[in-house]
């Protein structure tokens, strides 16, 4: 099983349609979450944080759910320009007490006219 | 825009060349990273420098150099590549390093490496 599973998609949805995304971490003690946006042929940007408690930023909500060890992404109102692949990371302690970065395959999205 | 800037943004060159991949970020970041990425691939962790300090290798083959001058810079020195060297390269910084802490890693926009 890896680490960080997402949905590879595509999703492909109208403008104005609202989509969201899910990404699984198979590690317990996962502590940090971040969704990136990556566009084609382009460096991985961060879109957001992750929090306990879910936050919004516009258009975009990101929620935790550690009982079943998933995050999400819901993206409200699309526009043709959020058409990119969304990555999950996790940073997660390691047996050897040290912290490790994992990206997720991620999931894209292409929103049309 | 990118606080994280690469140079040059792409690079050809042959299998017995030498090059460097360059990376600077002002934000008084004090961990660094090289990344190699294939396409349709999330990005592979290939270094992690700590403090200036080499913290992470991550067996990666030694025709593959890095280099830390200082705490803003970072280089990549590359030499007798294969073919299948040929991705994006991209260079992060956090603001401590992420295997102590939980800061999100920022991405410079990378350098297209081809391999003929």
């Known amino acids: 099983r890896k680490e960080v599973e997402q949905d590879p998609g595509p999703f492909n949805v109208p403008e104005g349609a609202t989509v969201a995304f899910n990404c699984t971490y198979s590690n317990s003690a996962s502590q940090s979450f971040f969704w990136y946006r990556q566009d084609c042929r382009k460096e991985p940007k961060l879109l957001m944080s992750?929090?306990?408690s879910g936050n919004e930023d516009g258009r975009f909500t990101a929620q935790l759910n550690r009982a079943s060890q998933y995050i999400s992404l819901l993206i409200r109102d699309s526009k043709l320009s959020d058409s990119a692949t969304y990555l999950c990371v996790v940073i997660s302690s390691m047996d050897t007490g040290r912290r490790a970065l994992t990206f997720g395959s991620g999931t894209r999205l292409q929103v049309q006219p | 825009d990118t606080e994280v800037t690469q140079t040059p943004k792409h690079l050809v060159m042959g299998m017995t060349n030498k090059k460097s991949l360059k990376c600077e970020q002002h934000?008084?970041?004090?961990?660094m990273y090289w990344y190699k990425q294939k396409a349709k691939k999330p990005p592979e962790l290939m270094f992690v420098y700590s403090y200036e300090k080499l913290s992470i290798n991550e067996s990666v083959p030694s025709r593959f150099s890095p280099e830390c001058p200082n705490s803003s810079l970072l280089n990549l020195h590359l030499h007798a590549l294969q073919p299948e060297d040929s991705a994006l390269y991209l260079c992060?910084?956090?603001?401590?390093?992420?295997?102590?802490?939980?800061?999100?890693?920022?991405f410079g926009d990378g350098t297209r490496l081809s391999i003929l």
């Open positions: 934000m008084g970041h004090r961990a």
């Open positions: 992750v929090y306990s």
């Open positions: 992060a910084s956090s603001r401590t390093p992420t295997e102590n802490s939980n800061q999100p890693q920022h």
